[in-house]
């Protein structure tokens, strides 16, 4: 079983991964394989913000099994020029799972 893996500490979130989805599946308006959600910014306690951005893939997303079929990546990882997402077999990428702020999605 494949899966993404996010490690939304250093996302920049420039939307390329949405755009990059929504084109490659032809998705119309409203319509998202992968939404970028943004927390804050609110502080949290003095001197301390908190402002991220998470990538989150919908019900959508199929992990991109054409491309992958082909032997390409997902057009989300391909396009993320921060190259903070990382696709391949769930029991491979849990192992790499070793600091805070990173998300396993298995759709
Ligand atoms: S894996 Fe493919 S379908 Fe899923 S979010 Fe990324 S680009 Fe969209
Ligand atoms: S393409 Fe990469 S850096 Fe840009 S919003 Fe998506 S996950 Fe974040």
Not at 48 to 73: I, M, N, Q, S
Not at 77 to 101: I, N, R, S, W, Y
Request: glycine content about 8%; overall charge negative; charged content about 25%.
């Amino acid at each position: 079983m494949n899966g993404l893996l996010i490690d939304y500490e250093f996302c920049t979130g420039c939307h390329s991964c949405e755009m990059a989805c929504k084109v490659e599946h032809g998705f119309g308006e409203g319509q998202w394989g992968i939404e970028l959600k943004q927390l804050g910014p609110r502080e949290i306690s003095s001197r301390k913000w908190e402002y991220k951005f998470v990538p989150v893939p919908t019900e959508l997303c199929d992990l991109c099994a054409d491309r992958v079929a082909e032997g390409r990546w997902p057009t989300c990882v391909h396009h993320c020029q921060a190259q903070v997402m990382e696709f391949g077999p769930v029991e491979d990428l849990v192992k790499t799972m070793d600091k805070e702020k990173m998300v396993l999605f298995v759709p």
